[in-house]
Nanobody, 125 residues
């Protein structure tokens, strides 16, 4: 599985961005997908995850109500719509694939086997 994240950039506080993550491989529709982020000097943290079928999502408290994760299995793409952005959302954002079986969505980075290269989001105040 290869993942390619895109859509990052510079935005003012209160603005919006949509990140995309394109995946290779015919079995994309069977993977749970997640977004993580890493701010300068901080550890990587969970942002959001979505079930392989798209019918279940989970968010970090810090982004709940502002970010929306979605996927289009026909396009092998997962999205992260980010609204009401804050300076503290500044980070490199990574998409990741969880190819293992889980009863619930995973929030730990070690549960995700494949990672994209990251895309930088900078929110100015």
């Amino acid at each position: 599985v290869q993942l390619q994240a895109s859509g990052g950039g510079l935005v003012q506080a209160g603005g919006s961005l949509r990140l995309s993550c394109a995946a290779s491989g015919r079995t994309f529709s069977s993977y749970d997908m997640g977004w993580f982020r890493q701010a300068p000097g901080k550890e990587r943290e969970f942002v959001a995850a979505i079930r392989w079928s798209g019918d279940g999502t989970y968010y970090a408290n810090s982004v709940k109500g502002r970010f929306t994760i979605s996927r289009d299995n026909a396009r092998r793409t997962v999205y992260l719509q980010m609204n009401s952005l804050k300076p503290e959302d500044t980070a490199v954002y990574y998409c990741a694939a969880d190819t293992g079986y889980s009863r619930s969505l995973n929030t730990k980075d070690y549960d995700y086997e494949y990672w994209g290269q990251g895309t930088l989001v900078t929110v100015s105040s």
